[in-house]
């Protein structure tokens, strides 16, 4: 009795003690981080469309994410991952195990791309911005932005179709098709554009179109906030009275050279609907995308009589405004002796 009772004991120790290293074991292979990844960061694994096991394997093997392979793998054999790949950008961080990560794959739990646009004057510039964030070619997106017919279906030209893209940061899937991208700015434009918005444009004598292409050239024109409702006026005076904008930003566009400082005699003899030196009303199209509060600057411009201005001569990116052309002339001669001062001839 006293034999069978110790044989039980013992067994009992044994099977504990299995159960204790096989516990730590699964715990082990499961929970305790794999994975050799910026702290901050992380890895962004990128899945694509028809890929198996194998491919993602691949990917993690090549940039050396996971530590023990062999956990890994046995785990994304037990989950049954190997036949329930699925595409798609997924964060690995750190402090994640193996069960975490496998399971967060099968499920298709995407991690999303934050898309951010600033600086954007063309859409050449566009296209470079976000065309290698996504799944998708740049060049499909490059030929959707130059078709007429996309633009037309979204109630734009080809010239103002940039204007549906506004400057903001998104949070898009990178398996996002670029007709699912288009459709997401087409609704965080329309969600911007509130009746509120497009009463006030209206009340002004422009549309939300119109308005962002004011908007743009107040951009171009200054970075400071508090001034682009005082330039968004002087635009708008200009444009009651049927005055030529003459904004020097629209004739840089019009040459498509950016590196332009001084707007010269010569450089304003260009045939282009954009010199708006020469032909009055806007341009065809937005000359960048303008920032959002560059276009309620130009819903909110400050009332004024001032028809000109000028940089100042501090280089502070303030500027000097004007009633007269005589006074404009003489904040004009101040300003370009300061360019002089400072050798600045282009």
């Not at 120790?13 to 929970?31: D, E």
């Not at 890929?51 to 050396?64: E, I, P």
């Not at 000097?320 to 052309?325: E, K, P, R, V």
């Amino acid at each position: 009795m006293q034999k069978n009772t110790k044989l039980i004991r013992i067994v009992f120790i044994v099977f504990a003690l299995f159960t204790t290293m096989f516990s730590y074991y699964i715990w082990q292979i499961t929970k305790t981080p794999n994975y050799q990844v910026d702290e901050k960061k992380g890895f962004a694994l990128l899945i694509p469309k028809g890929a198996n096991f194998d491919t993602v394997w691949d990917s993690l093997r090549v940039n050396k994410i996971v530590r023990d392979e062999l956990s890994f793998k046995f785990l994304a054999k037990l989950l049954k991952y190997k036949n329930n790949v699925k595409e798609g950008r997924y964060v690995i961080k750190a402090n994640m195990g193996n069960y975490e990560v496998i399971k967060k794959l099968r499920s298709g739990d995407q991690d999303p791309i934050r898309l951010t646009f600033n600086n954007i004057r063309l859409k050449t510039d566009l296209i470079h911005k976000i065309g290698n964030k996504f799944s998708f070619d740049s060049t499909v997106l490059s030929k959707i932005l130059q078709d007429s017919a996309t633009a037309h279906k979204y109630g734009f030209t080809n010239e103002t179709f940039m204007c549906m893209f506004l400057p903001n940061t998104y949070e898009v899937f990178w398996t996002t098709t670029p007709n699912e991208l288009l459709g997401t700015m087409k609704t965080w434009y329309d969600k911007f554009w509130t009746e509120e918005r497009k009463r006030k444009a209206k009340e002004i004598g422009l549309d939300p179109i119109k308005a962002q292409i004011m908007a743009s050239i107040v951009e171009a024109e200054t970075k400071k906030a508090d001034e682009k409702p005082r330039v968004a006026g002087v635009y708008m005076n200009r444009l009651r009275d049927n005055m030529p904008l003459g904004a020097d930003p629209t004739v840089i566009f019009a040459h498509q050279d950016f590196t332009i400082k001084r707007v010269t005699k010569a450089l304003l003899q260009i045939n282009s609907p954009y010199n708006t030196y020469k032909f009055t009303g806007l341009p065809p199209g937005p000359i960048n995308l303008p920032d959002l509060a560059s276009i309620d600057a130009v819903l909110n411009f400050e009332k004024h009589d001032y028809l000109y201005f000028c940089a100042k001569e501090d280089f502070s990116g303030y500027h000097n405004f004007a009633t007269t052309f005589t006074d404009h002339l003489n904040n004009a001669r101040i300003y370009q002796e300061a360019l002089n001062n400072r050798k600045i001839m282009k």
